[in-house]
Structure formats: C-alpha cells, structure tokens
C-alpha cells in the first residue's frame, strides 16, 4: 500500500500542490493532508484513487527494499 512518503514524493516529482492531487483523484484536500500525515487508517477507495491518479501522471512508486521506498518517474522526461 502507498505511504505518506510516497505520496509527497510522487507529489514533488510531478510539481503538484495537495489540490491538484486531490483534483486529480477526486478527493479532498484533507484527505490528501491526512494521508501524508500518515496518522489515519484511509479507506482503500481514497488509497486506489490516489495510487491510479499518480500512475496516470507516469510515477511508479518504489516498494520498501534496500534502498528504501520511494517514487520515481516511469519514463524519462525529455
């Protein structure tokens, strides 16, 4: 599952504010605020909106390995 971290990062990488994520996957700003908090237990509809709205904008999220998780761009930006 996306964590707080993720979503920040896949956030900064595409250069988007919380409402254009939450534009984007239909939600509200709070809600994107209370997710990369990390200190509430979302519902899985609010989670898969925001994994799908991500991934449409071409981020992958990296899972927890050695390196750590994280969110990187799945093509190269030319």
Do not use: Y
Not at 18 to 29: E, M, P, R
Not at 48 to 64: D, R
């Amino acid at each position: 599952m996306i964590t707080a971290s993720q979503i920040r990062a896949a956030r900064a990488l595409l250069d988007w504010s919380k409402q254009d994520l939450a534009d984007k996957a239909i939600i509200s700003v709070n809600a994107v605020a209370r997710l990369e908090k990390g200190d509430v237990d979302p519902r899985l509809s609010t989670v898969t909106a925001v994994e799908k709205a991500i991934a449409k904008a071409g981020v992958i999220l990296l899972p927890n390995g050695d390196m750590g998780e994280g969110a990187r761009f799945a093509k190269p930006k030319r």
